[in-house]
């Protein structure tokens, strides 16, 4: 998986719970917070789509990695990758 | 002291016949009922009275995900009574405010959905939502409203069963009395068409209607009755104590003139015609009148065998063959039983009634139960008469809880 693709499959979760957002502007080296309408629950939201989707478990420790798109990509790109390898 | 009089200013509702008091009302008056064919997980298809309301008029897309059908419920009806009430809301103290809604139950269609949700993912439970608790919380319907509303008064629900539509408005006239308050959302919502559960409960009580068509299903005090067709909905209510609703020049729609709420302490579920009628009774002598005084009798009757046999014994008793000027009607012919709406929405059907003064009738009758032959029923067609000046709500809940709420013509 390309960080673009892991960034679109984030992206795609965040279309889902937050279906007032408009995505098309979303700078992916800005925190997600700072310019989406998303809070704490909203955060748990993402980690249980990764989860119910994709099968990507993401520990409390690391939430901060999912602060903004190019830091979601750089921490769960690997992990997709690490799945697909599995399969 | 004299308590304050307490008066109806505004009405936010929605039903399965109508999403507003002038929708409902037209199709009360040409006999519309709202009743259709829903999929029911586990069940299939069965009769239901679903809203269709537009949810997103006073919602985010996201508040309607993260939220409940109870709570979309109660912030459409709370906006539109607001609307329609005339108050500058941005003017209104939100710490004065409170947000009382009657709940026949809560939270067991958040839990049956997540159960379903786990059940995907091998019931693990990880997979359970974060918004559970939120969601199932007794309280979340009334939560609701005050996060969309921003009132920080105090906002939660009263849980009576069936008879909660009531206790939402006879709570909120306490609460103005005591001057907890100077402005109460008031009433009642349902979701419970969402959960199987209480489709299977019925059905295994013997107490869920079938029949082919769909608007023909709910018919109390016909002899082909055979039980309750689940609905959702919601009616909430602006009260006011008649000094501030005078202080605004608000359009009033009626005084709260008596109620009373009483208990069975007899069966988990079969009615007790005596202290229902020793209920009737007492909310009218709270109201100093007599039952001739009463012109609109407004029945529970959910059309089961027996609970409306035993209802109209309890109106037999109170209203007699001595009261000429009182009729009797129905609403869940025509929208099922609302649950904890029920009470609230079908006191809203009747309001017109001071201004038209015609009474709806009870439609789906074509045979009528001479075990329910009330004198006064107004049957199949809607009634002109000569004055409405009351109008009186039973409703009546599971484990035996009675309330009565009378409304009165607004005389200044």
């Excluded at chain 2, 009729?327 to 006191?347: Q, V």
């Amino acid at each position: 998986m390309t960080k673009d693709e892991c960034k679109k499959v984030v992206l795609d979760i965040i279309a889902d719970i937050a279906p007032d957002e408009d995505l098309g502007n979303v700078k992916p080296e800005v925190r997600l917070r700072d310019q989406l309408q998303l809070d704490s629950m909203d955060f748990l939201d993402i980690v249980m789509e990764l989860r119910k989707r994709h099968g990507i478990e993401v520990p409390e420790k690391d939430y901060p990695q999912l602060a903004s798109l190019d830091s979601c990509a750089e921490y769960l790109t690997p992990k997709f990758d690490a799945l697909a390898g599995k399969s | 002291m004299k308590p304050s009089r307490i008066v109806i200013t505004g009405v936010g509702l929605t039903a399965p016949n109508g999403s507003s008091l002038a929708e409902f009302r037209a199709n009360l008056l040409a006999g519309v009922a709202g009743i259709e064919r829903k999929e029911i997980r586990y069940m299939g298809s069965q009769l239901a009275g679903v809203c269709h309301f537009d949810a997103l008029k006073h919602q985010k897309k996201k508040e309607v995900r993260v939220g409940t059908r109870a709570g979309s419920i109660a912030i459409y009806c709370a906006r539109e009574a607001l609307a329609d009430s005339g108050l500058n809301w941005d003017a209104v103290a939100k710490d004065r405010v409170g947000i009382y809604i009657g709940c026949t139950e809560h939270g067991n269609v958040e839990t049956e959905n997540e159960i379903y949700n786990i059940s995907k993912f091998n019931y693990d439970t990880k997979f359970w939502s974060h918004y559970h608790n939120p969601r199932t919380v007794a309280n979340n319907p009334a939560g609701e409203a005050s996060l969309n509303l921003g009132v920080t008064g105090p906002a939660y629900t009263i849980g009576a069963a069936c008879a909660a539509g009531n206790m939402g408005l006879v709570h909120a006239a306490q609460m103005l009395r005591l001057g907890e308050v100077d402005l109460a959302l008031c009433g009642g919502v349902s979701e419970s068409i969402h959960t199987f559960g209480i489709f299977a409960g019925f059905k295994s009580q013997n107490a869920l209607a079938t029949h082919d068509d769909p608007l023909k299903a709910s018919r109390p005090f016909d002899k082909a009755r055979n039980g309750i067709v689940i609905s959702e909905g919601g009616a909430l209510y602006t009260l006011e104590r008649w000094d501030d609703a005078r202080a605004r020049g608000a359009k009033i729609y009626g005084e709260i003139a008596g109620y009373h709420v009483n208990s069975d302490a007899s069966d988990y579920v079969l009615p007790n015609p005596t202290r229902q009628a020793e209920c009737v009774h007492a909310a009218i002598r709270r109201a100093g009148l007599t039952p001739s005084d009463i012109h609109i009798v407004n029945t529970h009757a959910t059309a089961t065998t027996l609970g409306d046999i035993q209802e109209c014994e309890a109106i037999r008793a109170v209203f007699g063959e001595g009261c000429p000027d009182t009729h009797i009607n129905n609403t869940k012919s025509y929208i099922g039983h609302c649950m904890g709406a029920a009470g609230a929405l079908e006191l809203a059907g009747n309001l017109p009634s001071f201004d038209d003064l015609v009474v709806h009738p009870t439609i789906n009758v074509d045979d009528l139960d001479p075990l329910c032959a009330l004198p006064g029923l107004v049957l199949n067609h809607p009634r002109k008469v000569a004055k409405v000046d009351t109008i009186l709500n039973n409703s009546f809940g599971m484990l035996g809880i009675n309330s009565t709420l009378i409304v009165k013509r607004f005389v200044p």
